[in-house]
Nanobody, 121 residues
Framework: QVQLVESGGGLVQAGDSLRLSCAAS????????MGWFRQAPGKEREFVAT????????HYVDSVKDRFTISRSNAKNMVYLQMNSLKPEDTAVYYC??????????????WGQGTQVTVSS
């Protein structure tokens, strides 16, 4: 079974940048697409970004597509989310997930515990 651990969250000011990391373990990581999701207090979990196994395909929710970049290093068993020009509305717990290349949570079978990102105004 895949195990995922997120890190890199924190408290930043609007306009700042953060890079989230997700460390993966388990043989099922091989061949898996990866995704990032987020959930703000009182809101539904939201798709943020996904990346194919090869890294050749990526997709983002419109609200972040010009600011966030998802990437991965299969050699290091790592997935990243570079977040630039952060806004207060980006404040949420961010989760990484492993599964199929999809834009919804149902496509992912394995989830990390999340890392908090707080953007102050």
């Amino acid at each position: 079974q895949v195990q995922l651990v997120e890190s890199g969250g924190g408290l930043v000011q609007a306009g700042d940048s953060l890079r989230l990391s997700c460390a993966a373990s388990g043989r099922t990581f091989v061949g898996a697409a990866m995704g990032w999701f987020r959930q703000a207090p009182g809101k539904e979990r939201e798709f943020v970004a996904t990346i194919s196994w090869s890294g050749g395909s990526t997709h983002y929710v419109d609200s972040v597509k010009d600011r966030f970049t998802i990437s991965r290093s299969n050699a290091k068993n790592m997935v990243y989310l570079q977040m630039n020009s952060l806004k207060p509305e980006d404040t949420a717990v961010y989760y990484c997930a492993a599964g199929t290349y999809s834009y919804t949570a149902v496509g992912y079978g394995y989830w990390g515990q999340g890392t908090q990102v707080t953007v102050s105004s």
